[in-house]
Nanobody, 118 residues
Framework: QVQLVESGGGLVQPGGSLRLSCAASGAMAGISSMGWYRQAPGKQRELVATITSVGSRNYADFVKDRFTISRDNANNTVYLQMSSLEPEDTAVYYC????????????WGQGTQVTVSS
């Protein structure tokens, strides 16, 4: 069984920064893509950013160079550094990890709330 534990969400003022973390643990033979998605109230879940095992990154257009995704392969952890946060970034942020345990599985974190408000 693979578990994802997210941390780093919270309340921040507009223009502020937050760093999200997501650590994967359990019986894993390998991890390929790791990423972050978000879901605001009344909206569908959307891609924020992804990163492959070799470090190739993909960002949603709304990120606009404000967010940076990174990963620590030794510790099976993915990060999302968010800066210049806007109220529109308020959402529950979920990490998503593709894991090989004899076959490929996709796992989701439990979600962490990010609220941008003054």
């Amino acid at each position: 069984q693979v578990q994802l534990v997210e941390s780093g969400g919270g309340l921040v003022q507009p223009g502020g920064s937050l760093r999200l973390s997501c650590a994967a643990s359990g019986a894993m033979a390998g991890i390929s893509s790791m990423g972050w998605y978000r879901q605001a109230p009344g909206k569908q879940r959307e891609l924020v950013a992804t990163i492959t095992s070799v470090g190739s990154r993909n960002y949603a257009d709304f990120v606009k160079d404000r967010f940076t995704i990174s990963r620590d392969n030794a510790n099976n952890t993915v990060y999302l550094q968010m800066s210049s946060l806007e109220p529109e970034d308020t959402a529950v942020y979920y990490c998503k990890v593709d894991v090989y345990t004899g076959r490929w599985w996709t796992y989701w974190g439990q979600g962490t709330q990010v609220t941008v408000s003054s």
